[in-house]
C-alpha cells in the first residue's frame, strides 16, 4: 500500500508515462500493420524484370529495379507469370510478417527501457515537486517558543507552493508577534502587580515599625489605601481586557451619541475648568454591547483629559456614517510612537507611580473592545502647536446607522 505522497506521485506519473509510451508504441504497431504489406509488396514486384526485349546494360555493384508488365485488359496471364506472382507474395508475406515480429520485440524491449526510465524520473519528478512541502513539515516540526525566528524562505518560481511557503512565513511572523506580545505582557503585568505590592510591605515594615504615632499611622493607612484603590484598579483593568479579548457573547443596539452625552457629563464634573469641551453627536445605534461600549468611550475620555494640558480641548464626534472621534490637546507625539501607545502597559513616558496615574491598559482596552466588535481603530498624533491624539473608531456597515448611510468614511 502506498504511505507517501512521493509514492502516489510516482505511481500516477510513473502510470501515465507508461500508457503513453504504451499508446505511441500500439499506434506505430497498427499503422505499420496496415500499411506494410502492400509496401513490401510493391517493391518486391518492382524488382522482378518483366521486359520482354534486352534488358537495360547491367552496371557493376548497381541493383537496378525493373516495373513489372501490366497485362492487357483480358489478358490470361501465363503459367510462368502465376508462379512468378505467388512467389513474389510468398515474399512479401514472409518479409512483412518477419518485420511485424522483429518490430513487435524491439517495441516490447524499449517499452520495458521506457518504464524503467519514466518510475525513476517520476520518483525525482515527486521528490522535487514534493520538496517544499518538506522543508515546511520539517521547520514546523522544529518550531517552538525559543526558535519562532525561523523562516522557510523558499526560493522557487512563483507558484501554489511558492505562496504556501510564504503564507507560512506570515503565518510565523504573526506568531512571533503574538508571543512576543504576550511575553511582554505577562512581564509588565507582574511588575505592575509587584510594585503596590511592594509598596504595601515596606509601609507596614517600615512605616508602621516600633510605636508610631497616630498622625503617622493615619498617614500609613491613607497610603495603604491608595495603593490598595490603585491595585484594585489595575485588576478590574486586566480582567476587562480578558473579557474584552474573549469578543462579544450577546448583542443589542447600543444608542451610541446617547453613551456618548452620559460619559461626557462624567467627564465635565471632574475635568478642570480651563478644559474646553467640544461636542458633535449626531444619532448613531450600532449593534453590540452596552457595558463594553460604555468602557471604550470611558476610556477614550479619560485618556484624553488625563493627557491633556493647561487650557486644552477635548473634542469628540460620533457621525452618521458609523464613526466615533476623540480628539484632544496635549504633547506632541512623535508619529512612530503612536502604534505602542496601543499596547498595554506602553505610556508615552515613564512611569511617575503618582497618584491618578493610569496602568498604561487605557487605549489598549479601547482597542481590543473595537476588535470585539469588528470595528476599526485608528490613531495619530495631531501636530504642533496643540499636540496631543485623535483617535476614530469606524463601526461596521452591521449597525442600522452606518448601514443608512450606505458608504465608508474617508481617511
Do not use: C
Not at 458609523?322 to 508615552?348: H, I
Request: aromatic share 4%; net charge neutral; charged share 20%.
Amino acid at each position: 500500500m502506498l504511505r507517501s505522497e512521493r509514492a502516489r506521485l510516482t505511481a500516477l506519473y510513473g502510470s501515465l508515462l507508461l500508457l503513453a509510451g504504451g499508446g505511441l508504441i500500439a499506434l506505430i504497431n497498427i499503422l505499420l500493420r496496415n500499411g506494410l504489406y502492400s509496401r513490401i509488396s510493391g517493391a518486391v514486384t518492382t524488382t522482378v524484370p518483366a521486359y520482354q526485349g534486352t534488358p537495360p546494360p547491367a552496371v557493376e555493384g548497381q541493383k537496378f529495379p525493373v516495373p513489372a508488365e501490366k497485362l492487357d485488359p483480358g489478358a490470361t496471364p501465363s503459367p510462368e507469370l502465376l508462379a512468378q506472382w505467388q512467389a513474389t507474395r510468398n515474399l512479401s508475406t514472409a518479409v512483412e510478417q518477419a518485420t511485424l515480429h522483429e518490430l513487435l520485440v524491439v517495441s516490447l524491449v524499449a517499452l520495458a527501457v521506457f518504464a524503467v526510465l519514466s518510475i525513476w524520473l517520476a520518483w525525482w519528478m515527486a521528490g522535487r515537486v514534493l520538496r517544499p512541502v518538506s522543508v515546511i513539515t520539517e521547520t514546523a516540526r522544529r518550531l517552538s517558543g525559543a526558535n519562532l525566528h525561523e523562516r522557510i524562505g523558499l526560493q522557487a518560481p512563483p507558484g501554489e507552493l511558492k505562496r504556501l511557503a510564504d503564507t507560512f512565513d506570515g503565518m510565523l511572523d504573526r506568531m512571533e508577534d503574538l508571543v512576543g506580545a504576550q511575553r511582554r505582557f505577562a512581564a509588565n503585568a507582574a511588575h505592575e502587580l509587584r510594585t503596590p505590592l511592594a509598596v504595601q510591605r515596606a509601609a507596614a515594615e517600615i512605616g508602621l515599625a516600633g510605636d508610631p504615632p497616630p498622625q503617622k499611622v493615619a498617614r500609613i493607612r491613607s497610603k495603604l489605601i491608595e495603593v490598595a484603590d490603585s491595585s484594585q484598579h489595575l485588576v478590574e483593568s486586566l480582567l476587562l481586557l480578558a473579557v474584552s479579548e474573549e469578543g462579544l457573547e450577546a448583542t443589542e443596539p447600543v444608542d451610541l451619541a446617547g453613551l456618548a452625552e452620559t460619559e461626557l457629563a462624567a467627564v465635565e464634573a471632574t475635568a478642570p475648568q480651563d478644559l474646553v469641551l467640544v461636542r458633535d453627536l449626531a444619532p448613531l445605534t450600532v449593534t453590540g454591547d452596552r457595558t463594553l461600549l460604555g468602557h471604550l468611550v470611558r476610556n477614550l475620555l479619560a485618556n484624553a483629559v488625563r493627557h491633556n494640558r493647561a487650557g486644552g480641548r477635548l473634542e469628540v464626534t460620533v457621525s452618521p456614517e458609523g464613526v466615533l472621534t476623540v480628539s484632544n490637546t496635549g504633547p506632541v507625539l512623535e508619529p512612530q510612537d503612536v502604534p505602542r501607545l496601543l499596547e498595554p502597559f506602553r505610556r508615552r513616558a515613564e512611569r511617575q507611580h503618582t497618584a491618578g496615574e493610569g496602568a498604561g491598559l487605557g487605549l489598549s482596552i479601547v482597542a481590543s473592545i473595537a476588535r470585539a466588535h469588528g470595528a476599526e481603530l485608528t490613531a495619530r498624533a495631531n501636530p504642533a502647536p496643540g499636540g496631543g491624539l485623535t483617535v476614530r473608531v469606524w463601526f461596521p456597515a452591521g449597525s442600522p446607522a452606518a448601514r443608512s448611510a450606505g458608504e465608508t468614511p474617508g481617511a
